[in-house]
């Protein structure tokens, strides 16, 4: 099994492959056992946001992770992959700005080498 940073890195890959806006990273595993890692991305329309979501299954599936629930795919406002370690969230520009995940999350550190 790849490790957790490796997997991390994958999962940004795949959004950048299909242009996703604003990446984030955040690493909350000082601050939660819910996960390791919050990454934060947005799309511009329904078929963008589906097709990161869909390239982020694909690519960790050939590293050996399989998500534990996915949410929202149909609507596609707010996608939420659970891999356990690693939970991303895919929105679009009026959810992410209602949400502001990053905001709540602010006591996490945000790592930008990936």
């Not at 299909?18 to 690493?27: F, G, P, Q, T, Y």
């Not at 996960?35 to 390239?55: C, E, H, R, V």
């Not at 690519?59 to 992959?81: F, R, T, V």
Request: net charge negative; glycine share 2%.
């Amino acid at each position: 099994m790849t490790n957790i940073t490796e997997a991390v890195s994958t999962v940004v890959n795949a959004l950048n492959e299909k242009k996703a806006l604003d990446i984030k990273v955040i690493d909350i595993s000082k601050i939660s056992i819910m996960a390791d890692y919050f990454i934060i991305a947005s799309g511009t329309n329904i078929n963008q946001i589906q097709a990161m979501s869909d390239n982020i299954q694909e690519k960790m599936s050939k590293i050996n992770y399989s998500p534990k629930q996915i949410e929202g795919y149909d609507s596609a406002n707010w996608i939420l992959l659970d891999y356990i370690d690693i939970v991303i969230h895919i929105f679009d520009k009026e959810s992410r700005a209602f949400y502001n995940l990053e905001h709540i999350w602010s006591d996490g550190t945000q790592i930008t080498s990936f």
